[in-house]
T-cell receptor, first 111, second 116 residues
């Protein structure tokens, strides 16, 4: 069974810093990997989707990389802002309907 | 684009009540809809997957008679928690997807269910 781990579980950084969130998965046979943001008491907002054949995706200040062979993905956030404070979840798809989520990294950006 | 609307956002009701949660894809037709459950400080756990016009596929350990899922159209799925009890209190999130597994899933804002 696919297991997804996110490190660290929580992270606090001062505003303006660049930061990296890590995601690892045990089964490299994936279709794609998706990064989400979840604000407290809210649903998920999709940030980036990386297909298994891709190495990275970028959207604004966000850059996600994928190393399928080693079972790792990173989410890089440049010039962090207080509005970036949220829980970030990565999820890997191993089948048509199987999306496995990590437990998330709770990010706090301090003004 | 790709907005998923979930209603209601918050429900408080007495034990034994049945509660229906709606999930709508507003600007796209969802081939597949998913229902997840999330406990505090934990990640999402898939409960069931449904395709329009077909019976839902439930994950192991999820009681299909307890959690009734109807996917009547390409834009609407409902989850009914029957005879809800305090242990059913949780955050329920729906998700919708167009086409196959290569497409991204889009999530609703969730429903917080509190059973007294």
């Amino acid at each position: 069974k696919q297991e997804v781990t996110q490190i660290p579980a929580a992270l606090s950084v001062p505003e303006g810093e660049n930061l990296v969130l890590n995601c690892s998965f045990t089964d490299s046979a994936i279709y794609n990997l998706q990064w989400f943001r979840q604000d407290p008491g809210k649903g998920l907002t999709s940030l980036l989707l990386i297909q298994s054949s891709q190495r990275e995706q970028t959207s604004g200040r966000l850059n996600a990389s994928l190393d399928k062979s080693s079972g790792r993905s990173t989410l890089y956030i440049a010039a962090s802002q207080p509005g970036d404070s949220a829980t970030y979840l990565c999820a890997v798809r191993t089948g048509a309907n199987n999306l496995f989520f990590g437990t998330g990294t709770r990010l706090t950006v301090i003004p | 684009g790709a907005v998923v609307s979930q209603h209601p956002s918050w429900v408080i009701c007495k034990s034994g009540t049945s509660v229906k949660i709606e999930c709508r894809s507003l600007d796209f037709q969802a081939t597949t809809m998913f229902w997840y459950r999330q406990f505090p400080k934990q990640s999402l756990m898939l409960m069931a997957t449904s395709n329009e016009g077909s019976k839902a596929t439930y994950e192991q350990g999820v009681e299909k008679d307890k959690f009734l899922i109807n996917h009547a159209s390409l834009t609407l799925s409902t989850l009914t928690v029957t005879s809800a009890h305090p242990e059913d209190s949780s955050f329920y999130i729906c998700s919708a997807r167009v086409g196959t597994g290569g497409q991204p899933q889009h999530f609703g804002d969730g429903t917080r269910l509190s059973i007294l």
